[in-house]
Every structure is written in structure tokens, then in C-alpha cells.
T-cell receptor, first 113, second 112 residues
Framework: DVKVTQSSRYLVKRTGEKVFLECVQD?????MFWYRQDPGLGLRLIYF???????EKGDIPEGYSVSREKKERFSLILESASTNQTSMYLC????????????FGEGSRLTVL | GEDVEQSLFLSVREGDSSVINCTYT??????LYWYKQEPGAGLQLLTY?????DMKQDQRLTVLLNKKDKHLSLRIADTQTGDSAIYFC????????????FGAGTRLAVHP
């Protein structure tokens, strides 16, 4: 069964801490994405990657960075967490020529105190 | 700019039909999508429609596309309690890299 796995379902961090959110897919997908989901705002794209070591900014990249050293793994980094980064973070992947057919992980709910 | 709009909440009685509506802005979108998010889970692709189609039917699901008005709808026949979820409309934005633009999601509540 195809799978996108996010390392942590729930995290609680303090303001200023560095936070790593890990995502691994086992489908050999070229494309990987990080979204954040907030009530009433839907999903907003933070960063995406179409290949190893490649990254592109999404709509709300400020305060975030990403790393894709291997095809199956895409990490989201919050260098210095702030309370307005409290949210649900969703990782997704897709085949190279099927950018709209996303497979999502179950999400990581981050609370920053 | 790119924008997808949908109403935030819909309540229906079990056994009735549900219709979830969506409007989008990018007239060059080649595909439009419906995703479903059950409580505590990530999103899963429900169905999609190619922009040169008016309608697509898949079991209890019917997707209608009015390209002139940039209006997309999802009809769920014989709605069941298991259909309670958030439904997201999404379009492919063709400016630069292809990326999905999601609406805010419609929360469907099914009551007996």
C-alpha cells in the first residue's frame, strides 16, 4: 500500500526552538510538498520540490526552510518557532507528470507555546 | 490571481443528496479536483475532472463543471454518515510550475 509518513503526529515546542518535520514517501514520487492547514484558510503551500536537492518557494515560505537530500525524504524546518506557526502541517507527494494527484500524510499538529 | 472559493459548511440529512459548490479563477486550469479529509487524517483524492468535460460520474459522486462561469460542483447521492468530512476543491495553477490551489474546504455534516 502506498504511503506518505510524517514522523510526528503531535509536537509541542517553545518559542524560539528549532523544529524539524520529517516526511518520507515510498512511491518513488518526484514531487513533494509541504502545506499548512488552518481553519477557514484551507491549505496553503509552504515549499515544494520537483527533484532531489531542488526546492521552490510556495505561497507562504517566510519562517520556513526545507531540505531534500534523498528522493524519498522531504524535511520542513522552522529555524526559530513562533506562536503564529502553530498549525497542522501536511506533507504530500505526486508523480512528476501528475502534479494534481497528491498523496498526503496524516499530518503533524504543531503547537508553539 | 489564483483563488478558489467554497462555502465553509453544509448540513444534510442522511439519505439526501449533498451538493458542494466551488468557484475558481484560473480559466486555463486543465484539471479540477475534489479531495476529502476525514477527521484526524490527511487528504485523499476523491475525483477529478478534465477541463474539456462537463460532467463526470463515479458511483455516488457526480462532478459538474461550468467552464464559462468557472463553477465546479460535487454531488453526493444518498449521503451517509461516513461521508461526514471536509471536502476541498482544487485547481491546477498553470503559471510557472504546476501547483494545486486549494479552497478553504466545506465541512459536510450528515445527521439522521
Amino acid at each position: 500500500d502506498v504511503k506518505v509518513t510524517q514522523s510526528s503526529r503531535y509536537l509541542v515546542k517553545r518559542t524560539g526552538e528549532k523544529v524539524f518535520l520529517e516526511c518520507v514517501q515510498d512511491m518513488d514520487h518526484e514531487n513533494m510538498f509541504w502545506y499548512r492547514q488552518d481553519p477557514g484558510l484551507g491549505l496553503r503551500l509552504i515549499y515544494f520540490s520537483y527533484d532531489v536537492k531542488m526546492k521552490e518557494k510556495g505561497d507562504i515560505p517566510e519562517g520556513y526552510s526545507v531540505s531534500r537530500e534523498k528522493k524519498e525524504r522531504f524535511s520542513l524546518i522552522l529555524e526559530s518557532a513562533s506562536t503564529n506557526q502553530t498549525s497542522m502541517y501536511l506533507c504530500a507527494s505526486s508523480l512528476g507528470d501528475r502534479a494534481g494527484e497528491l498523496f498526503f500524510g496524516e499530518g503533524s499538529r504543531l503547537t508553539v507555546l | 490571481g489564483e483563488d478558489v472559493e467554497q462555502s465553509l459548511f453544509l448540513s444534510v440529512r442522511e439519505g439526501d443528496s449533498s451538493v458542494i459548490n466551488c468557484t475558481y479563477t484560473d480559466s486555463s486550469s486543465t484539471y479540477l479536483y475534489w479531495y476529502k479529509q476525514e477527521p484526524g487524517a490527511g487528504l485523499q483524492l476523491l475525483t477529478y475532472i478534465f477541463s474539456n468535460m462537463d460532467m463526470k460520474q463515479d458511483q455516488r459522486l457526480t462532478v459538474l463543471l461550468n467552464k464559462k462561469d468557472k463553477h465546479l460542483s460535487l454531488r453526493i447521492a444518498d449521503t451517509q454518515t461516513g461521508d461526514s468530512a471536509i471536502y476541498f476543491c482544487a485547481e491546477i495553477f498553470s503559471g510557472g510550475y504546476n501547483k494545486l490551489i486549494f479552497g478553504a474546504g466545506t465541512r459536510l455534516a450528515v445527521h439522521p
